[in-house]
């Protein structure tokens, strides 16, 4: 069984920094794009940034500049550093990668959640 398990998370004042990390543990063939997504209260889930295996980064318009996404393959982890932190940033951030986990197809896997709260 594959499991994503998230850390970093946290109370920061606005201008402030998190990093984030999430390591993919358990039976792993391979794994394709790896990323960030946020869910703020009575909002959508949205993508932050995400990383292709080969290192291509993509990143929404609100977090450019300020976030910073990066993997390792060797250890199946992936990070976001997160600088200049904004109120509306707060979210609840969730890891998310696609994983082959049994040889054959690749599929989608989440974690949990880890709450960042952003103070004015």
């Known amino acids: 069984q594959v499991q994503l398990v998230e850390s970093g998370g946290g109370l920061v004042q606005a201008g402030g920094s998190l990093t984030l990390s999430c390591e993919a543990a358990?039976?792993?063939?391979?794994?394709?794009?790896m990323g960030w997504y946020r869910q703020a209260p009575g909002k959508q889930r949205e993508m932050v940034a995400d990383?292709?295996?080969?290192?291509?980064?993509n990143y929404a318009d609100s977090v450019k500049g300020r976030f910073s996404i990066s993997r390792d393959n060797a250890k199946n982890t992936v990070s976001l550093q997160m600088n200049s932190l904004k109120p509306e940033d707060t979210a609840v951030y969730y890891c998310?990668?696609?994983?082959?986990?049994?040889?054959?197809?690749?599929?989608?896997?989440w974690g949990s959640g880890t709450q960042v709260t952003v103070s004015s």
């Open positions: 990383i292709t295996s080969g290192g291509s980064t």
């Open positions: 998310n990668a696609v994983i082959n986990f049994d040889g054959a197809a690749y599929i989608d896997f």
């Open positions: 358990g039976t792993i063939f391979g794994i394709n794009d």
